[in-house]
């Protein structure tokens, strides 16, 4: 069963216009949420991340809003540039079991591919 | 910056072949990942350690085992390759509260 769910697997968008990426979980465990993007024949590169007890965390183009009673996240990038395109995975943390809380566990999404249309 | 290392950006092996995925990292973490990553299937955690010698099994561990005998080292080892494990496979290191620090993954195809 799928805990951390990306139901768009591509996006287009215009150049210059926002981007909106959505990721829904289900595991009320998990604390603390990430954004990774991902280019081709790379591995993925940390973005943004927001945890629990926040509802939006910004760095410059990229703003994560999280509703927790909806158990929905969202990855806002206004404006989009071509640079944008990739695949990004929304990604979710809780403690990994039998490491005695000392190791949090990540899972990921399916991934979102973003295409920004010149 | 943190590294995290892959060995070999590109692999191809032979089915029944016997194959050592390497990922070494270089900022004393705790914690090391071995995930695969697949088209419309995202990315699924195989094996994880979070101390020397210490390792537990993710989603999808059949097929695969690893080996953590050093901290910075964490393998992943296809014991008889199979084309099913062809794959893009990432390697990740973090310490505990920190986010993932991912290497640039290794693209198996077993033939």
């Not at chain 1, 799928?2 to 829904?24: A, F, T």
């Not at chain 1, 509802?55 to 996240?73: I, M, P, Q, W």
């Not at chain 2, 080292?73 to 509260?97: P, V």
Request: glycine residues 8%; contains cysteine.
């Amino acid at each position: 069963d799928q805990q951390v769910k990306q139901n768009s697997p591509s996006l287009s968008v215009q150049e210059g216009r926002i981007s909106i990426l959505n990721c829904d979980y289900t595991n009320s465990m998990f604390d603390y949420f990430l954004w990774y993007k991902k280019y081709p024949a790379e591995g993925p590169t940390f973005l943004i991340s927001i945890s629990s007890i926040k509802d939006k965390n910004e760095d410059g183009r990229f703003t994560v809003f999280l509703n927790k009673s909806a158990k929905h996240l969202s990855l806002h990038i206004v404006p989009s540039q071509p640079g944008d395109s990739a695949v990004y995975f929304c990604a979710a943390s809780a403690p990994l079991p039998h490491s005695g809380g000392g190791a949090d566990g990540l899972t990921f999404g399916k991934g979102t591919h973003l295409i920004i249309q010149p | 910056d943190v590294k995290v290392t892959q060995s070999s950006r590109y692999l191809v092996k032979r089915t029944g072949e016997k194959v050592f995925l390497e990922c070494v990292q270089d900022m004393d973490h705790e914690n090391m990942f071995w995930y695969r990553q697949d088209p419309g299937l995202g990315l699924r955690l195989i094996y994880f350690s979070y101390d020397v010698k210490m390792k537990e099994k993710g989603d999808i561990p059949e097929g695969y085992s690893v080996s953590r005998e050093k901290k910075e080292r964490f393998s992943l080892i296809l014991e008889s390759a199979s084309t099913n494990q062809t794959s893009m496979y990432l390697c990740a290191s973090t310490k505990t509260g920190d986010g993932y620090t991912f290497g640039s993954g290794t693209r198996l195809t077993v033939v």
